[in-house]
């Protein structure tokens, strides 16, 4: 079984700040890893995803995010908010062995973006 | 095809009475799959689809829950004797699963339907 760690369970930043969320996984097998946003009262959508290849991996709205298996970590990173990231932000896992898509999810970080 | 779409988006009961949830997923999808999602928690897995086939479920669904997928496309969620502890958001979320294609890893959620018992 998998599982997920989110230490920070709230992040407040300033606008045009950096921010890094945390995220820890634990698998005893390999895994791909993914981040979804969660604006309020709203479903998930995916932010960014590792599924192979480059451990670097970046979506189209700035966040970018790194595998590192020895770590076992998967971090969110910005340079710079925006008001508009003001968000919850889910890291979740699942194992890579053509089993089920079935996500464990971490119980979330919700960033608030201070003008 | 714009996503998953899930009816309705809001639902509220009084405690003792059944509710059903749909969820239409992307249209080629082949598995689907039910979370609930409560106050300040990720999403918990509840169970999984493949085609017709209902091939997982968590220890979290109670007998009181019963999920179906007749043809291979849409789902519905039945909770019966609903209870306060049952108020929740509950999302679906559909993937296209190719064994040779990594990208079938990914899962597409839809906006949820919130239940509200009270």
């Known amino acids: 079984a998998q599982s997920v760690t989110q230490l920070d369970s709230q992040v407040p930043v300033f606008e045009e700040a950096p921010v890094e969320l945390r995220c820890n996984y634990s698998?005893?097998?390999?895994?791909?890893l993914f981040w979804y946003v969660q604006y309020p009262n709203q479903g998930l959508q995916l932010l960014l995803k590792?599924?192979?290849?480059?451990?670097l991996v970046e979506s189209i709205n700035g966040f970018e995010a790194e595998f590192n298996k020895s770590q076992t970590s998967f971090h969110l990173r910005k340079p710079s908010v925006h008001i508009s990231d003001t968000a919850e932000y889910f890291c979740a896992v699942t194992t890579s062995n053509f089993g089920n898509e079935k996500l464990t999810f971490g119980t979330g970080t919700r960033l608030t973006i201070i003008p | 095809d714009t996503g998953v779409s899930q009816d309705p988006r809001h639902k509220i009961t009084k405690r003792g009475q059944n509710v059903t949830f749909r969820c239409d997923p992307i249209s080629e999808h082949n598995r689907l799959y039910w979370y609930r999602q409560t106050l300040g928690q990720g999403p918990e897995f509840l169970t999984y689809?493949?085609?017709?086939?209902?091939?997982?479920k968590s220890r979290l669904l109670s007998d009181r829950f019963s999920a179906e997928r007749p043809k291979g496309s849409f789902s519905t969620l039945e909770i019966q004797r609903t209870e306060q502890g049952d108020s929740a958001m509950y999302l679906c979320?559909?993937?296209?699963?190719?064994?040779?294609?990594?990208?079938?890893?990914?899962?597409?959620f839809g906006q949820g339907t919130r239940l509200t018992v009270v």
């Open positions: 979320a559909s993937s296209l699963r190719r064994m040779i294609d990594l990208r079938s890893a990914e899962a597409f």
């Open positions: 689809f493949q085609n017709e086939a209902q091939l997982e």
């Open positions: 590792y599924l192979s290849g480059s451990t």
């Open positions: 698998s005893s097998v390999s895994v791909y």
